[in-house]
């Protein structure tokens, strides 16, 4: 049945020739996803590189579609930005995420934050910071035990309205990172002055590590200046021994990827979870 289900992870090229009236269908079939219950997630755990205990699970949504299969995110989440589903679906798995993880807590599972992707259109809605209040309330969630990721291109525009909704966030007692760092433009200025939590270097500038010369003087880079910003660096996409000996070495906190686990079912991950846990 494992090998089944492994052979049915045929996703789309992500580079995408796909025809506009294919996109036009995708569209169609997306708004009936949420109620057919077609979506659903997994979590991919984040370890502290020191002690190896589990500091995080990141949510990554799936889309089984009912006859092309399992869809990945960076073919169906750009086409909920674009139409707008991203409102319903992005609530969708916010209410997902949190409920799974006030459950776990429930189970003595305590330790580790729940980190859920927010998309641009999600977070520039002006009652953002009250669906987060409302879903923590509706699930009974600790607010500590919810971590959103926003990428730099979110917080660096309009930033009186953003700085404003980082704070009151952070009054809300979430705690916020910065998704694919380094990708993005950040100004230094603004980043310092923002109530964040954790820097999250892209997988492409772990890749390689420490050969690729480019990457570990951005890699290095990154963790210097999070650190003296009073910031925690996680590195994505650790495939590598060499890459985590190396991320290590440079005094880089937490770590994600496959060389721990890849994105676990919710059978799977608590079972991942109950026998990692710590007391
Ligand atoms: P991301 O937030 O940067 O998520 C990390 C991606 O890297 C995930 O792909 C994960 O499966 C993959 N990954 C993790 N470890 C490794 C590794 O060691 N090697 C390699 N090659 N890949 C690794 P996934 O799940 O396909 O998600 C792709 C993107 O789709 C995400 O990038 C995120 O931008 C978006 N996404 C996923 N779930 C959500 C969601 O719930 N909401 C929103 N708004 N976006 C989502
Ligand atoms: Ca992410
Ligand atoms: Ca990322
Ligand atoms: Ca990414």
Redesign the pocket.
């Known amino acids: 049945a494992k090998e089944l289900g492994r052979n049915r992870y045929q996703?789309y090229a992500p580079e995408m020739n796909m025809r506009a009236l294919d996109r036009l269908t995708l569209e169609s079939d997306l708004h009936r996803a949420i109620e057919r219950n077609e979506l659903f997630?997994?979590y991919?755990p984040q370890l502290d590189l020191k002690t190896e205990n589990v500091v995080g699970l990141?949510?990554?949504?799936?889309w089984r579609h009912p006859s092309r299969g399992l869809i990945?995110?960076?073919q169906f989440?750009p086409i909920?930005?674009d139409c707008g589903l991203?409102i319903p679906?992005?609530n969708w798995?916010l209410e997902s995420?949190c409920t799974r993880r006030a459950y776990w807590a429930s189970q003595g599972l305590t330790t580790g934050s729940m980190a859920?992707?927010?998309?641009a259109h999600?977070f520039r809605q002006a009652d953002f910071c009250d669906r987060i209040n409302d879903v923590l309330l509706r699930t009974g969630l600790r607010p500590d035990l919810l971590e959103l990721?926003v990428?730099e291109g979110v917080i660096m525009q309009g930033i009186d309205q953003v700085l404003n909704k980082l704070n009151l966030l952070r009054e809300l007692g979430v705690t916020l990172a910065i998704?694919?760092f380094g990708t993005g433009y950040s100004s230094l200025n603004y980043l310092k002055q923002f109530p964040l939590h954790c820097l999250?270097i892209?997988?492409s500038f772990?890749r390689g590590l420490p050969n690729d010369q480019g990457n570990e003087a951005i890699a290095k880079a990154i963790i210097q200046m999070g650190h003296s910003l009073g910031l925690k660096v996680l590195a994505?996409?650790?495939?590598t021994k060499e890459e985590e000996n190396h991320l290590k070495a440079l005094g880089c906190d937490a770590g994600?990827?496959?060389?721990y686990a890849?994105?676990l079912s919710t059978g799977d991950c608590e079972e991942y979870l109950r026998v990692t846990h710590r007391d």
């Open positions: 996703f997630l997994m991919q990141e949510a990554l949504v799936r990945s995110p960076g989440i909920a930005e991203i679906i992005g798995i995420a859920v992707n927010i998309s999600q990721e990428t998704d694919d999250k892209d997988q772990t994505e996409g650790i495939e994600q990827g496959y060389l890849k994105p």
